[in-house]
């Protein structure tokens, strides 16, 4: 009896297990599915189909987002924000600031500064509205001051006028009826109180009217100076920075860093993996940032439109596919994205040969010399993560069989040359080029199928699975 419900009890607790892995995959793939889309629409020019789908891979990623994820939502933003420079959107606005509130690591030093540039302009646009605001309001408390000074003084000549007349006209019955009773004598005072009243009603008005302007002019500057007081606030509130987050992520070490050497195994080989310290997390986050903008440089030299940002993205996909952990995924990830860095020394000395379409072999070799010049473009690389990148810009033409530009064979191949490799050539056949059209993926794979003397037979495994 109480095997049975051992048994029973471990039946479901497998279940458990099934359904959370099946759960999670399913989460990972729908989040993959909308990067692609976003890709698409990105690489298509459909900016806010790019934004959309992009904001819905980051929601159903969880908490934890994909470096991929980030580095293209960071480009969409980007230029997003700068479509809203020139043409202003209150609403698009609040929306883009709500999502970086939600995904605080897409925020960027250019992004901030983007979304306070708009600010501060529509901030100064409602200034000055609010000036000409006032502005027109006085004009037109002048303008009806002057109307009702006009009417007063032509209101107060006639008075006047009728005032002197009925003065003349009681003088001249006084000159000829002196001997009028006191009944007369009352009439002409009562007379005069009225014409008094008159007078006093309208010096009553006029003050009046004074008043009101003076409080609706000393009302203006209070509300004026409340709206610069708000503005202050808003500006004081605006958050003023948010940093990329790659999320829990892990390192592997070995005696003189990272270990990137080539190994059937994966990644099976690792030693423990220590607790990352805050330093070496931030380390990673300007890594990730600065491989971004040196592999922007390198696909403008070579001209090969976000080369970069796709190999980089497969290479991190077939890295997580093949076992190795997130971290050392990562790292693969940031070497990815500059692997051609050789290119911009050849392009600075001979920038004719990048888009020569036919070369002599002694072009050829100069342009072959690239796997040897990436070096002085990737000093920012810290020292234990220098293998991994010294291994994908000088390796990553090496073959199977050791037929490529240094001779190195099978397993003794670094991992991360062997999958950018296969990454980089899946992504040139099934590319759109000037000169051919692309070929579609199922295609492009059993072409590198075809070519196990080249391609490592485990990443093109890999790669039929994730495409």
């Known amino acids: 009896m109480l095997r049975s419900k051992r048994i029973a009890a471990g039946l479901f607790l497998g279940l458990l297990v099934v359904f959370g892995i099946a759960a999670q995959t399913s989460t990972e793939s729908l989040s993959e599915r909308y990067l692609e889309r976003a890709n698409d629409a990105y690489d298509e020019g459909d900016l806010l189909d790019a934004y959309k789908n992009i904001n819905m891979a980051m929601k159903v990623g969880g908490d934890i987002v994909p470096a991929n994820v980030i ?9 997003r924000l700068k479509l809203l420079q020139k043409n202003y959107d209150e609403q698009s606005l609040i929306e883009i600031k709500t999502n970086l509130e939600q995904f605080p690591q897409v925020s960027s030093a250019e992004i901030t500064k983007l979304v306070r540039q708009i600010e501060a302009r529509q901030a100064a646009d409602e200034k000055a509205s609010a000036k000409q605001d006032q502005q027109n309001f006085m004009n037109r408390i002048s303008e009806t001051t002057e109307a009702t000074q006009q009417a007063i003084t032509q209101q107060g000549k006639q008075m006047q006028e009728q005032t002197q007349q009925m003065v003349d006209q009681i003088t001249k019955q006084n000159e000829l009826q002196k001997e009028r009773d006191q009944k007369t004598d009352k009439k002409f005072t009562t007379i005069m109180i009225l014409v008094t009243v008159i007078v006093v009603v309208i010096m009553l008005v006029v003050g009046l009217i004074l008043l009101i302007m003076h409080i609706s002019v ?14 202050k606030l808003l500006a004081q509130n605006q958050s003023q920075t948010n940093q990329l987050m790659l999320g829990g992520i892990t390192d592997i070490y070995g005696k003189d860093g990272l270990k990137s050497a080539g190994s059937s195994r994966w990644g099976v080989d690792a030693l423990p993996e220590p607790e990352e310290t805050p330093e070496e997390k931030e380390e990673l986050r300007e890594l990730a940032a600065k491989c971004e903008d040196l592999g922007a440089k390198i696909d403008q030299v070579t ?8 190999v980089s993205e497969l290479v991190y996909k077939l890295a997580m596919r093949l076992g190795l952990k997130q971290h050392d995924s990562m790292v693969f990830f940031c070497a990815a994205m500059v692997y051609d860095a050789g290119f911009l020394s050849v392009y600075r ?8 379409e036919k070369l002599s072999d002694e072009q050829h070799a100069v342009l072959d010399s690239h796997i040897k010049l990436g070096e002085e473009h990737l000093q920012f690389v810290p020292k234990r993560y220098w293998s991994v990148f010294e291994a994908a810009s000088t390796m990553h033409h090496e073959n199977m069989d050791g037929s490529g530009k240094n001779h190195v064979k099978g397993d003794k191949i670094p991992e991360i040359a062997r999958i950018i490799r296969v990454a980089d050539s899946f ?5 759109k080029r000037s000169y051919r059209g692309g070929t ?13 003397n080249i391609y490592d037979a485990d990443v093109i495994a890999a790669l039929k699975d994730i495409i």
Request: glycine share 2%; net charge negative; proline share 2%.
């Open 71 to 79: 580095v293209l939502a960071r480009s969409v933003y980007l230029n």
């Open 218 to 231: 000393k009302q203006s500057k209070i509300q004026q100076q409340q709206y610069a007081d708000a503005f």
């Open 303 to 310: 001209g090969r439109k976000n080369n970069s940002k796709n």
């Open 349 to 356: 000395d001979h920038p004719e040969l990048i888009s020569e």
């Open 427 to 431: 992504i040139a056949l099934s590319s």
């Open 440 to 452: 579609d993926k199922d295609s492009a794979v059993e072409k590198l199928e075809e070519q196990l």
